[in-house]
């Protein structure tokens, strides 16, 4: 694979993958590579903004379809303000969460449906999707566990939900790796985070090695 990539990290809460994408981040700055992180929903101010909305534990009220709606709001101004000029200006792209996560979340864990919230999301970006994803996956009971432990000051709306929700989120993710081998690669984050960060490590030496 060549040219410049666009790679999202994706998996339940407590996988890890934001902790991993800065370690994997900085590896690349030191070998010079022209990289943009980024995150959703955020990434701009505008994203952000819907992003304190989505994620507030207060609005317990919120309906499910305009939890997609407003991800799917925040994805297109972030997609356009600040991933797309970065991919066009050569540099990789790595984003924390994208399309994925709506389609699994909203789609299995709200019981919306994935194609209806993939419909949604083609609106917003239209059919751009990854060039490569990598899912750190998690049993949904560890990862809770691990949050309640170590993210004590920013618990937020989803990390709320029932273990049956986060379960359904997983199954979701799974699916998705079966019907996409080609684009998602699952990496196992029960392992100690230092494993979990070289075996992302080798994944993205291995597509960057005609660079």
Request: hydrophobic content about 40%; proline content about 4%.
């Amino acid at each position: 694979m060549v040219g410049n990539l666009f790679i999202t990290f994706e998996g339940p809460e407590g996988a890890g993958k934001t902790s991993v994408l800065k370690s994997i981040v900085e590896r690349l700055q030191r070998e010079n590579m022209e990289v943009l992180a980024t995150r959703e929903p955020g990434g701009i101010e505008i994203a952000e903004k819907i992003r304190e909305i989505i994620l507030n534990p207060a609005y317990t009220a919120m309906d499910a379809r305009t939890e997609a709606l407003l991800y799917a709001a925040a994805r297109s101004q972030h997609f356009y303000e600040k991933v797309q000029p970065a991919l066009e200006e050569g540099q990789h792209v790595l984003c924390d969460r994208f399309i994925d996560s709506s389609l699994v979340y909203q789609g299995m864990g709200r019981n919306l449906g994935i194609e209806a919230v993939r419909r949604i999301n083609e609106f917003a970006i239209g059919t751009r999707m990854p060039d490569k994803t990598i899912l750190f996956d998690l049993e949904p009971s560890i990862g809770l566990a691990r949050i309640a432990a170590n993210r004590t000051n920013e618990i937020n709306r989803l990390d709320n939900e029932e273990l049956a929700f986060h379960e359904k989120v997983r199954e979701g993710y799974l699916q998705l790796a079966k019907e996409e081998p080609e684009r998602i690669i699952i990496i196992d984050a029960s392992q100690p985070l230092d494993q979990v960060i070289e075996a992302t490590w080798g994944i993205l030496k291995e597509l960057l090695k005609e660079k």
